[in-house]
Nanobody
């Protein structure tokens, strides 16, 4: 069993920053890729960023490049998403996800069906 618990969401004004955390526990030693997705009501869940657990390479959706960074602390089994220069369009529920294949594997890092383990989400609200 894999458990993923997100934290760090909240409400900020545009231009502000937040750091999301995803604490992983359980049968996680075989993990290969961890990612952040986000979703607003009525829209599809969107991949935001991913980090490969082997070589720590990262990938981002274009809309957050140069504003967000992703990192992983293996000693703490925790992944982070540092979000700077937040915009109202970043408002969403943010989910942590884990899969057992590399981020570069079939379908790409943002292939929704490839992730079998998900957290409950943490809400991020950015006001203008």
């Amino acid at each position: 069993q894999v458990q993923l618990v997100e934290s760090g969401g909240g409400s900020v004004q545009a231009g502000g920053s937040l750091r999301l955390s995803c604490a992983a526990s359980g049968d996680i030693y075989a993990r290969k890729c961890m990612a952040w997705f986000r979703q607003v009501p009525g829209k599809e869940r969107e991949g935001v960023a991913a980090i490969d657990s082997g070589d720590f390479s990262s990938s981002f959706v274009n809309s957050v490049k140069d504003r967000f960074t992703i990192s992983q602390d293996n000693a703490k089994n925790t992944m982070y998403l540092q979000m700077n220069s937040l915009k109202p369009e970043d408002t969403a529920m943010y989910y942590c996800a884990l899969r057992l294949s590399r981020c570069s594997a079939g379908g790409g890092w943002n292939s929704l069906p490839s992730y079998k383990h998900w957290g409950q989400g943490t809400q991020v609200t950015v006001s203008s």
